[in-house]
C-alpha cells in the first residue's frame, strides 16, 4: 500500500527510557489491519468490542465487563470517578502514578482527593491505609472511600495475591472499594507466574485499569470491572471523561490480540528476562546501587550524577530523584540482550572516566 508519510527517526536509536518508547508488536499491527475493512458499528457497538467481553472473561471471570478507552490516565480517571461520591477520597501510595505523573487530572477531572502515604517500596499495607482510613462521618475531611493500588507498583515491586487480598478484606471491612492500577499488570503476572484473575477478580479487586500500550499495544487500554456493584454508570461517566472512542473496534482488537492467547505474556516474560540481565550486569559494576528488588521490567539505581548526565547522551532514560542520584532504566517487549550488553558496556566506560 503506497504512503506519502516518511520515516523521521533512526530505528536503530535504542533506549531505557520507558516501555512506552517501544513500537507496536507486529502482531498487533496485523490486527489492527484484520480489523480495518468495511464499516462496523461506532463507539463499542462493533462485533470486535463485543467479542472481547469474552475474551475478558477468560481471564477475569464470567462476571467482568471491559470499558476500552484511550490511555491509562483516562482508564484511572473514569474508574475512580465511577468509584466515589463527589465529596469522596482515594488512599494511594505516595508515589502512585495518580498522584505523581498524570497532572493532577484525578483531584481536576474526576474532582476527587487523594490521601497519600509513604512506603518504602510503593506498595500500601493495611496497616499504612489506616493512616488515611478515618473520618468518614467528619464533614470537614474528604472521605476515604477507596484504595487504590498499582500493580506492579512505580518502584517495580510485585504485590503477592496474599497482600492484594488483606488490602481488599480491609478495605472492604471498612465500607471501601478498591481499585487497581494495572499499567503493567501482565508484568507483575509474569513474575508472580499466576494468573491475572488470581490477584485482581480472585483477591477482591472492585475495578482494574488493565495496560496494554506498555506491553505492546499501539494505543489503548480497558477499564475492567470486575464487581459491577461497585460502580456508578461507567458508560455515561467514560462518554463524559472523553475516553469514548468512536472507532472502538481498533483498540478492542488490540487488546483481543493481546489477550487472546498468550502475547501479553509472552511479552512480559520478555521484558522482565531483560530486566534481570540488565540487573545482573549492574550488580558487577563497582559505585553503582541498585535501589529496590528488581521484579518486573524496571531497574532503579543510584550512580554519580555526572556520570548518568553523560551516559544519556549515549542511551536515553530518565533521573527518577535527580538529587539524589536515583535512575530509573526501563526494559520493553523488544529490548535485545544486545541492547543490554551495549547499555552495560557503555556504563562500565562512562564508570571508569
Known sequence: MRTDARAHHDPAVRGFASDNYAGAHPEILAALTLANGGHQIAYGEDDYTDHLQRVIHSHFGAGAQAYPVFNGTGANVTALQALTDRWGA?????????????????????????????????????????????????????????????????????????????????????????????????????????????????????????????????????????????????????????????????????LEALLAKDLWLRNARHSNAMAQRLAEGVRQVDGVEILHEVQANAVFARLPHDVSERLQKRYRFYFWDENAGDVRWMCSFDTTEDDVDGFLAALKEEMAR
Open 90 to 254: 482515594v488512599v494511594c501510595a505516595e508515589s502512585a502514578h495518580i498522584n505523581v505523573d498524570e497532572g493532577g487530572a484525578p483531584e481536576r477531572m474526576a474532582g476527587l482527593k487523594l490521601l497519600t502515604v509513604a512506603t518504602p517500596d510503593g506498595k500500601l499495607t493495611p496497616e499504612l491505609i489506616d493512616r488515611q482510613a478515618w473520618g468518614w462521618e467528619d464533614e470537614h475531611r474528604a472521605m476515604p472511600q477507596v484504595v487504590s493500588i498499582t500493580q506492579n507498583t512505580e518502584l517495580g515491586t510485585v504485590y503477592t495475591p496474599d497482600e492484594i487480598k488483606a488490602i481488599c478484606d480491609h478495605a472492604h471491612e471498612r465500607g471501601m472499594k478498591v481499585h487497581l492500577d494495572g499499567a503493567r499488570i501482565s508484568n507483575a503476572a509474569a513474575s508472580l507466574d499466576v494468573p491475572m484473575r488470581t490477584f485482581t477478580s480472585v483477591a477482591g479487586v472492585d475495578v482494574l485499569s488493565f495496560g496494554g500500550t506498555k506491553n505492546g499495544m499501539l494505543f489503548g487500554e480497558a477499564i475492567v470491572v470486575l464487581n459491577p456493584d461497585a460502580v456508578h454508570q461507567m458508560k455515561h461517566i467514560r462518554k463524559m471523561s472523553m475516553q469514548l472512542a468512536s472507532k472502538m473496534r481498533f483498540v478492542s482488537v488490540q
